[in-house]
């Protein structure tokens, strides 16, 4: 199974400010088509998981653009610019390039 | 927009089957291309992949659930389903039923399953 390595496990911030989450693979999520096989996910509080950021950096419908995903084969990063009090919650990072699925641990995302 | 609905019991008992059903609303469960998951999350903890089935019938599944588990489609009712057989308190979690092999494009609301005696 491929690991997913999230850092940091909580993130206290500032509304206003920029923060940045990130997430590393046992194995490179570099497919041959190009594209890397990583989703990011916020989970808010006592809500189902919503999916942000699929393919390394592609926002998904509706996402602000204050969400940016970067990076390719092992190492990737979230970066939240500008955070506002609505995106507190759980984000993880999640590995599509081969089953099974699988998640990383999960970084809290808390106000100051 | 796709939506989807989780529904089965809260209660189960030990050495019993977990039955749940998702149902898919906006949206054909036999779409070309798509894929349909379940997903679950045991209490304060972080997400696990369950499995999915392709919109042909193909199934893949967590290797940890192996033998337990089955995904199956209902065409007619526009619905998937997730059957866990003989659980234990350790599959007391939320399961979520999600739209896509990855990513996850749509995610139920998800559904609080115990198990006890």
């Known amino acids: 199974d491929i690991v997913m390595t999230q850092s940091p496990l909580s993130l206290p911030v500032t509304p206003g400010e920029s923060a940045s989450i990130s997430c590393r693979s046992s194995q490179s999520l570099l497919h041959g088509s190009g594209y890397n096989y990583l989703d990011w996910y916020l989970q808010k509080p006592g809500q189902s998981p919503q999916l942000l950021i699929y393919?390394?950096?592609t926002r998904a419908s509706g996402v602000p653009d204050r969400f940016s995903g970067s990076g390719s084969g092992r190492d990737f990063t979230l970066r939240i610019s500008r955070v506002q009090t609505e995106d507190v919650g759980v984000y993880y990072c999640?590995?599509?390039?081969?089953?099974?699925?699988?998640f990383g641990q999960g970084t809290k995302v808390e106000i100051k | 927009q796709v939506q989807l609905q989780e529904s089965g019991p809260g209660l189960v008992k030990p050495s019993q089957t977990l039955s749940l059903t998702c149902t898919v609303s906006?949206?054909?469960?036999?779409?070309?291309?798509?894929?349909w998951s379940w997903v679950r999350q045991h209490p304060g903890k972080g997400l696990e992949w369950i499995g999915y089935?392709?919109?042909?019938?193909?199934?893949d599944y967590t290797p940890s659930l192996k033998g337990r588990v089955a995904i199956s489609l209902d065409t007619s009712k526009n619905q998937f389903s997730l059957k866990l057989t003989s659980v234990t308190a350790a599959d007391t979690a939320v399961y979520y039923c999600?739209?896509?092999?990855?990513?996850?494009?749509?995610w139920g609301q998800g559904t609080l399953v115990t198990v006890s005696s």
């Open positions: 906006g949206g054909s469960v036999i779409s070309g291309g798509y894929h």
């Open positions: 089935i392709y919109y042909s019938g193909n199934t």
């Open positions: 393919m390394g950096s």
């Open positions: 999600a739209s896509g092999g990855g990513p996850l494009t749509v």
């Open positions: 999640m590995q599509a390039l081969q089953t099974p699925l699988t």
